[in-house]
């Protein structure tokens, strides 16, 4: 289970490249980065207002390797107080593929890195190149080996619906991700941003957003990708904020629930699965899961009761909570309604 955060927002710093997705600082809700002597006060703020938990330092919204060195060493020194007197458990940060190599990641271990997150974004070079991003998908290879073969925690992060891609492309990414054996995945489906390239795209035509619905019924089948092959997604959909919430994030799969609408989608097809298993017929049909899972696999506001009601002709759709069904499992009983 991860830690307790604190987060250090360092908008766009080290980017070499605008990719046509990004505009950090509408992202992070952060404008400026901080100097060494803000981060510090930022953690002490923090831990103030914990107690008894020991959290981790986290460096979010750039390219931390990428970054000129001796601001990224500051930022380090800054951290080294706290982690030396246990006040911190240690460091994660994200970064580019293409800027890891054995000379940084001995920088990260001197100072108490252990979790490092690499923006992979897609694994087809088309898509990567028309998003702008800069580096291709043996980049993501090398560097995840690297950063494993040295001791590091690997997350990769990952996005759907980007420029040029489609649903096999997606699922393409997330199977060679899966292949590079994360400890843990990010999935982020594309929003448009105001004030990016992909904001002017999509207003030429050049690029149509996906709708919310359409990037959780996606997602649902990424996650049954990381999931049958162990590796735990922690983060769908963009973290909530006032700016995007606010108008800044124009269209795309921006929703307060995305992640809970993916799972749902994955809960559908689960359901599906074991419906399309049963030599039984009937209108009605009962569906049991464990209790954690109801809402999941009803979906918001019924749509997934509605989807099997449609697809399937049953005109009695229940769901029941069951604590002897595991999480990740759902048994469904066909019968004809009395």
């Known amino acids: 289970m991860m830690s307790s955060i604190i987060p250090i927002f360092i908008p766009h710093l ?31 703020e923090a831990l103030d207002k914990l107690s008894g938990e020991v959290p981790e330092v986290a460096f979010y919204g750039g390219s931390f390797t990428a970054i000129e060195r001796t601001l990224m060493i500051e930022y380090l020194e800054a951290t080294k107080p706290f982690l ?8 994660r940060l994200s970064t580019r593929p293409d800027s890891i190599d054995g000379e940084v990641l001995s920088i990260l271990k001197e100072y108490g ?20 991003r800069g580096h291709t998908a043996e980049n993501v290879r090398c560097a995840s080996r690297l950063i494993k073969e ?20 997606d699922i393409y990414t997330a199977k ?15 929003v448009v941003v105001r004030d990016t390239y992909l904001e002017e795209m999509t207003k030429e035509g050049r690029y149509i957003p996906c709708t919310p619905e359409e ?15 162990g590796i735990p997604v922690i983060r769908f959909g963009l973290n909530p904020t006032d700016d995007l919430s606010a108008g800044e994030a124009v269209s795309g799969a921006y929703h307060p629930a995305l992640g809970e609408m993916a799972m749902s989608a994955y809960y559908l097809s689960l359901c ?7 030599e039984n017929s009937g209108d009605a049909i009962e569906i049991r899961v464990h209790p954690r899972r109801i809402s999941v696999m009803s979906g918001q506001k019924k749509r997934n009761k509605d ?32």
């Open 307 to 338: 989807i099997l009601s449609e697809k399937y002709g049953f005109c009695k759709v229940v769901i029941l909570g069951d604590s002897d069904i595991p999480e990740d499992k759902v048994s469904v009983r066909i019968y004809k309604k009395a």
């Open 113 to 132: 890195v252990n979790t490092i997150e690499l923006g992979a974004q897609s694994m087809d070079e088309n898509v990567l190149k028309a998003s702008g």
């Open 176 to 190: 060679e991700i899966a292949k590079l054996s994360p400890d843990g995945v990010r999935v982020y489906p594309t």
């Open 150 to 169: 040295e001791g590091f925690s690997l997350i990769l992060q990952m996005m759907t619906h980007l420029p040029q891609s489609d649903k096999e492309k």
């Open 215 to 229: 990037a959780a019924d996606r997602g649902g089948e990424i996650l049954a990708v990381f999931r049958n092959s």
């Open 272 to 278: 599906e699965k074991e419906i399309e298993k049963t």
């Open 84 to 91: 030396d007197t246990g006040k911190i458990s240690g460091l």
């Open 14 to 44: 080290g980017c070499p490249h605008d990719c046509v997705f990004c505009n950090q600082k509408k992202i992070a809700g952060k404008t400026s980065a901080p100097d060494g002597e803000t981060v510090a006060h930022t953690i002490s």
